[in-house]
């Protein structure tokens, strides 16, 4: 988080001195430095072990799951910076791009930290300010300024709704510190309180839930991935995504623990939850006829995944392990959604169009560029192609450990069904005959380093997922 943090100075600095500057350059190099140095700081702590440590009065905690999830939101960033070399090349207002791309990673670490309800609610509002204008980005582009308008209208409801549920849950316990939320829920409150924690909670399980864009709060993922910048739509779906996630692991296992909250069954709405966002996400995506917007929709499936790690939460759940699944799941993710939205990038920096048909012959054009879309689409539809096919595998097993049947029904059902649209993809690339003459103007440096990267690192997590299941195994039970 330090590293980040003067990473984002270093681009003030330069911006501040060159404030017409079009070093993209230099500007995307330091970005990328700076999150591969915290990078493999985290890497290192996370795998040689660290012990919790409690800071400022216990209100942020550092332990292996906040490095876990930082891990993924450095990676992400790392990827998203050397994408955007050329993606926006030619645009103005670089340094704020990339100041905010890292201010918003910094806001999703410290959300991974979050130990209190306050320090909690600064940081998604950290993490989701920088958002709203990075989606927004293309001002000459009416999709995008009116999809980071909606994507701001509707994020500034949903923190005052997590804000108001925070108020509720603080006046029945007189406490924002999880861990003393928890102690005063297990020695219990006053019957007359338990509606008024109840309405409280639920507040905030929706405010979770519009950070994961899980249904019904979805409704604004695919217009705000469609209108942004490709790169950031890889961003906003990878990492703010995990964020959302970390928080709701924080929350309603530390702070709200089931078995000490009598009438509020939150596993119960979490099974709900997966199961209505696992199957509108994925039917959803399979109508579609644009790329981006099928990955978008796709996304909103793989919410109802992870969610899972919750709904699975029962009494005959190995816990540990369920949550693990979830953890590895979104590591996995975090490569090869955000692989797939940077192919979708170096598309639109082609000029080539949206739909599957704008697609057809491509591979004749840059087979490698395609061959790694085809392993991110196939890991993530669970083919063994790459980590996906595991990742989920454990969420399964987790699922039927927990007796969650109806789960494990919907995610082998929903993966099924995924496999359609995301075969139409690599269809049209490798089958399909091109409509028209299809040209590529150059091949960019950045954005085939980053795609390639990412289907690198997809592919060997299925071999080598087991050396990072540990790591996540040991994060996973820190929290019971």
């Not at 995008?144 to 994507?151: F, R």
């Not at 500034?156 to 006046?171: D, P, R």
């Not at 296992?253 to 199957?279: C, E, H, K, N, R």
């Not at 190995?318 to 955000?338: C, E, K, P, R």
């Amino acid at each position: 988080m330090i590293v980040l943090g003067l990473t984002a100075l270093a681009l003030f600095t330069v911006d501040s001195v060159y404030p017409d500057s079009t070093n993209n350059t230099l500007l995307s190099g330091l970005t990328v430095v700076g999150s591969l140095i915290a990078l493999v700081i985290t890497g290192t702590q996370l795998v040689t072990g660290v012990e919790s440590t409690e800071l400022f009065s216990g209100q942020l905690v550092v332990d292996e799951m906040s490095l876990f999830f930082t891990f993924i939101f450095t990676s992400v960033t790392a990827l998203i910076a050397l994408a955007s070399h050329e993606y926006i090349g030619d645009r103005e207002y670089q340094g704020e791009y990339y100041a905010l791309v890292v201010l918003a990673a910094i806001g999703m670490t410290l959300l991974a930290n979050s130990n209190s309800f306050a320090t909690a609610f600064i940081s998604l509002e950290l993490a989701s300010l920088p958002s709203y204008a990075l989606v927004a980005y293309l001002k000459d582009n009416r999709g995008s300024v009116e999809a980071g308008m909606k994507y701001f209208l509707i994020g500034a409801l949903s923190s005052a709704v997590f804000a108001y549920g925070i108020s509720l849950v603080y006046g029945v316990t007189g406490s924002l510190l999880f861990t003393d939320v928890a102690a005063t829920l297990t020695e219990g409150i006053d019957g007359s309180l338990t509606g008024v924690l109840g309405i409280g909670v639920v507040m905030i399980l929706g405010g979770v839930a519009f950070k994961t864009a899980s249904v019904p709060f979805h409704f604004w993922a695919p217009e705000a991935y469609e209108g942004a910048p490709a790169p950031i739509s890889a961003f906003l779906s990878s990492a703010s995504k995990a964020a959302g996630f970390v928080l709701a692991f924080r929350i309603f296992i530390t702070a709200f623990p089931a078995d000490a909250i009598a009438g509020i069954d939150w596993v119960l709405a979490f099974q709900i939850l997966a199961l209505v966002t696992m199957t509108l996400g994925n039917f959803a995506a399979a109508t579609q006829e644009t790329v981006k917007r099928m990955l978008a929709y796709s996304s909103i499936g793989h919410a109802g995944y992870v969610l899972i790690a919750l709904g699975a939460l029962t009494g005959a759940a190995d816990q540990s392990f369920v949550l693990s699944a979830g953890m590895i799941h979104l590591l996995v993710y975090g490569f090869m959604n955000t692989g797939a939205f940077l192919f979708v990038a170096l598309a639109e920096h082609w000029g080539i169009g949206r739909t599957f048909e704008d697609y057809n012959g491509l591979a004749k054009k840059a087979p490698v560029a395609c061959a790694a879309m085809s392993i991110f689409l196939f890991s993530l539809a669970g083919l063994p192609t790459g980590g996906g096919m595991l990742s989920k595998y454990f969420l399964l097993l987790g699922a039927v450990n927990a007796e969650a049947y109806v789960l494990a029904v919907g995610l082998i059902v929903n993966s099924a069904l995924s496999l359609y649209f995301y075969s139409r993809v690599v269809k049209a690339m490798w089958i399909e005959e091109p409509a028209s003459d299809l040209t590529i103007d150059g091949y960019p440096t950045g954005l085939y380093a980053a795609i390639v990267v990412a289907a690198v690192v997809t592919f060997l997590l299925l071999p080598a997922l087991a050396i990072f299941s540990d790591p996540a195994l040991t994060a996973g039970s820190g929290l019971f």
